[in-house]
């Protein structure tokens, strides 16, 4: 047919209020939102009294309604300053050339949190592109971490040498525990979710075995404590040590993993057996690709970036680990699995994912020290903006949306039967 | 009943699904409405059964116009619907899904299933719809298990029944089972809105036709009307029913295959020692009733399931044990029995899926990187050559009608320089123009002097395409025949009479 044209591009109203991902995911974004603002007036005990006294005054509910929008204001004002910048400080800083590195300590605090954040994101959003679910990203960049710090700590060479070497060790132990998995799925069909699941608890009894033992626990200490990378190791902050921002080069090496993984899946081969598989693992088979290479070689990957996280964690904050090393609120591993679906497995869109739930995290403890509202509210906000992005047809309700395929939206829920 | 549609409507966007349809069904009557896929049967059907609503026109029953905003007025209106793909649980039992949504209760809100199975009992007898009422769905055959479907529709006193492709997914076995229910149930005065594209059913069973094409309805036809007739009406245009062939002129051998043993997924043994060639310049039609070893023995060909014992070569080559991959670069074209699972990838775009087993075959790859330009124009120069109906080479396959998503697995494969062409139900679920198209490009692959091996269930389309044909049962050859062989005679060695029996 000769009428294969490229449709024209609809206008930007249309494209506003069309329920293409994109759109879906903004108005999630709102809505949760919309959420935390609730929380923030049913829960805090100065509005609670302010509604209280609704109909002790005659102008008990303008009262009411001014003391909820002050509260809502002040927290999300809050997350803000604390995240992003804070408006006021910013024009100080540029009028009187003044106070940048306080000015700028949000963001930095921000960057230094979405860094290893997207890499170990992007791998498990490489994964979930195959059709594999990886639980253990977490366990991985456990493992990378303490690859890392044992090949920065107990080795001496210069930085040309050592911070690459430490930060390919990182890698290689991610692979490593990784392979594992990827290894027992292909070969004997044992569940990924199951294994990568369990393998986080295997890599915890690791993490502590190894702060408690010698060689690698620091010398002369009894604590759960690791040695410190020697300082040609670690990754410098980018506006050196003085500036007191920790924002690192290890955006860089982020920025790297993003451009990386976006060559690996639109532009390669690999990525399209990758994808292909994800998407119709009966039809990869019978189109030629070789499922267990697959599986074996995305976990690697996928392990491998997590482990990278791992290092690059430490190497950019603390420069040694202890026994809590990226456990509980720290565990990005975790965070990774939402923040890969609200990127939708894409590394554009998990860059911007893991920016939004940095500032939400790091806003939120600023939130937190000022205001009294729960850093909780944070990550009920976080919680929010996935469910209502992983139910698209509530948000097209809502905002009354016209249909437009959301296929998009729900590639990554499949892969749980296989 | 007595259903009447007034200028029936339905657009979506600027697309216009329904054009001022309107139509009578009388009751006892079987009134078929043919039309290719695409035409807007599936639109109509889902307004008249409450899933969509008309933007234009009326819906009258029993010459009252009444209003039917969901699957539930209508289901109390008295219209059942058997969709085309069945809405049963698998799990369940025939009872329990024919009373789901509608149990009937005794004291303590229990439900009566000894009711519900007295229910069944009786409508399967007065019907001829044979069932067990205590089996589970998922052990029962595809015929049964639309039985089932039809039993739930009756047993909320359907009085007008819609099938929607009723026998695209029957054996030709179990469409003359439903064709004889169908004729029951008509006598009984239940009224039927048959759906089809298929046109040897509709002159068989239908009172009146009625056909649709692009949302209106371009004619009303007697069943007494030519095959080509109702095509032509269909398809706007003249078509071929019949394919042309240059005359049979076998080379060399290209396919041989030696007492071949594969088995299923259950561990039994599905192909028993088969033995076939295949010559240059030829079809070879494999037929038989499906799940005689078919899929087995193609699966085997192609690589995908492994030879117990036996051999295949290629042109004196051994290709017995050959991966997917492997047999795929040693030239063995493929076209899945099961397009959407083996043969395509729905979420990716037309020009991906145009390249979904060479993706890594120069010029659309080099040294790991894909060339994505290399790769549009291929499919630019496809879809043309094939005619391939895209919005854009980008669009999702998945947009795409199912004669077009075939179009694209045979653009694929004929594309590729082959060595032999293995088919399988090639022309499943398409309609009268896709088929011819199809069934034309299978014939031109053979007309430059190459191999192919064909499988289908159809005879028709056994007997248009086969220069000979091999007929399968129970995992064995049971005859190679001529296709001037009548269809009964191929029928009889479909139904495992061996050829001596059927030449006497």
């Known amino acids: ?69 002050n509260n809502v204001g002040a927290g999300y004002r809050e997350m803000f300053t604390g995240s992003i910048v804070d408006p006021q400080g910013f024009w100080h800083s540029l009028v009187t050339g003044k106070g940048w590195p306080n000015t700028l300590t949000p963001l930095s605090e921000t960057l230094t949190y979405a860094t290893p954040l997207v890499i170990v994101s992007i791998g498990v959003g490489i994964a979930f592109q195959t059709g594999l679910f990886n639980i253990g990203a977490n366990g991985q960049a456990v493992i990378g971490g303490i690859a890392g710090v044992a090949f920065g700590s107990m080795l001496h060479m210069p930085t040309i040498i050592h911070l690459p070497l430490a930060l390919v060790a990182g890698v290689a132990g991610g692979m490593l525990c990784g392979a594992l998995p990827g290894v027992l799925k292909a070969y004997t069909g044992a569940h990924e979710v199951i294994v990568t699941l369990m393998f986080n608890y295997v890599t915890y009894a690791f993490l502590l075995f190894m702060v408690l033992s010698t060689p690698f626990q620091q010398p002369g200490q009894s604590n759960d404590l690791s040695r410190t990378m020697d300082p040609t190791a670690v990754l410098p902050p980018l506006f050196g040590t003085k500036s007191g921002l920790r924002v690192s080069y290890g955006v860089f090496v982020a920025a790297l993993v993003v451009l990386f993984a976006w060559w690996l899946l639109n532009r390669s081969s690999l990525g399209f057996d990758f994808r292909v598989t994800g998407a119709n693992p009966s039809a990869a088979r019978a189109s030629g690709i070789n499922a267990r290479k697959v599986i074996v070689v995305a976990f690697l990957i996928s ?23 990226l456990i509980g609120n720290a565990g990005i591993g975790f965070t990774a699995i939402t923040v890969a679906l609200l990127g939708r497995n894409r590394p554009i869109g998990i860059v911007w994912a893991a920016l939004l739930f940095a500032a939400l995290g790091v806003g939120g403890r600023n939130m937190q020290s000022t205001t009294g509202i729960p850093l909780d509210l944070a990550t009920v906000i976080q919680s929010a903006i996935v469910l209502f992005v992983a139910t698209p047809v509530l948000v097209k309700e809502i905002f009354r949306l016209r249909n437009v395929s959301t296929v998009g939206l729900q590639i990554s829920t499949t892969g749980w039967g296989s | 009943m007595r259903l009447e549609l007034r200028g029936i409507t339905k657009r979506f966007g600027s697309l216009i699904a329904n ?159 439903l064709m004889e229910v169908m004729r029951s149930l008509a006598s009984a005065g239940k009224s039927i809105l048959f759906i089809t594209h298929k046109l040897k059913e509709v002159k068989a069973i239908a009172d009146v036709i009625t056909v649709l094409r692009h949302g209106r309805i371009v004619g009303t036809a007697e069943p007494t009307a030519s095959e080509s007739e109702l095509a032509t009406l269909m398809v706007g245009r003249e078509v071929k029913l019949t394919v042309e062939k240059s005359p049979y002129k076998p080379g060399d051998e290209v396919l041989h295959i030696r007492d071949l043993v594969v088995l299923d997924d259950r561990g039994l043994v599905a192909v028993n020692g088969v033995s076939l060639t295949v010559r240059a310049g030829e079809v070879l039609a494999l037929a038989g009733v499906q799940g005689n070893g078919q899929t087995e023995l193609v699966e085997a060909l192609v690589g995908m399931r492994p030879v117990l014992s036996g051999t295949i070569t290629l042109h004196g080559r051994d290709v017995t044990h050959l991966t997917p991959r492997k047999a795929l670069d040693a030239g063995i074209g493929h076209i899945p029995e099961d397009r959407h699972r083996d043969g395509l990838i729905l979420s990716m775009s037309v020009a991906d899926n145009l390249v979904l087993n060479t993706p890594r075959r120069a010029p659309f790859a080099s040294r790991g990187t894909r060339n994505l330009a290399a790769v549009s124009e291929n499919a630019v120069r496809l879809v043309k050559e094939f005619d391939i109906r895209t919005t854009s080479i980008e669009a999702p396959t998945s947009s795409l009608s199912g004669g077009n998503q075939q179009k694209v697995i045979v653009a694929r494969e004929l594309s590729r320089s082959l060595e032999f062409l293995v088919a399988s139900q090639p022309t499943r679920g398409l309609d009268v123009g896709s088929i011819e198209y199809v069934h034309h490009q299978i014939v031109e692959h053979r007309n430059r002097g190459n191999g192919s091996l064909i499988v289908s269930s159809e005879l028709d389309e056994v007997l248009a395409l086969g220069d000979r044909i091999a007929v399968m049962f129970e995992g064995k050859i049971s005859g190679i025949v001529d296709p001037s062989t009548s269809r009964e005679s191929i029928g009889l060695l479909m139904a495992g009479h061996t050829m001596e029996a059927t030449s006497v």
């Open chain 1, 1 to 69: 047919m000769s009428d294969v044209a490229t449709k024209p591009r609809p206008s930007l109203w249309v494209r506003y209020t069309s329920s293409s991902p994109i759109v879906v995911t903004i108005y999630a974004l709102i809505l949760g939102l919309v959420i935390g603002a609730l929380i923030i007036v049913t829960t805090t005990p100065a509005v609670l009294d302010a509604w209280r006294g609704l109909f002790s005054s005659w102008n008990g509910l303008p009262h009411a309604l001014n003391v909820s929008f």
């Open chain 1, 303 to 325: 392990g491998g970036l997590a482990g990278l996280a791992g290092v690059v964690q430490v190497a950019s904050t603390t420069h040694y680990v202890d026994g809590t090393f």
């Open chain 2, 19 to 177: 054009d001022q349809i309107s139509l009578t069904v009388e009751p006892g009557q079987i009134h078929s409405l043919l039309g290719e896929n695409g035409a807007g049967k599936s639109t109509l059907m889902n307004v008249l059964f409450g899933l969509l609503s008309p933007d234009e026109g009326d819906i009258l029953i029993n010459g009252v116009a009444t209003r039917i905003s969901d699957s539930g007025d209508a289901v109390r209106c008295g219209i059942g619907m058997v969709h085309q793909h069945f809405m049963l649980v698998p799990v369940f039992s025939v009872t329990e899904n024919v009373v789901l949504g509608f149990e009937p209760t005794k004291s303590f809100n229990r439900i009566d299933y000894n009711a519900a199975t007295e229910d069944i009992r009786r409508l399967s007898r007065q019907f001829n719809l044979e069932v067990d009422p205590d089996a589970i769905i998922e052990n029962l055959p595809v015929g049964t298990q639309q039985r089932v479907e039809i039993i739930k529709a009756l047993s909320h006193d359907a009085e007008l029944l819609i099938l929607d492709e009723p026998t695209a997914v029957l054996t030709p076995q179990e469409i003359d089972a």
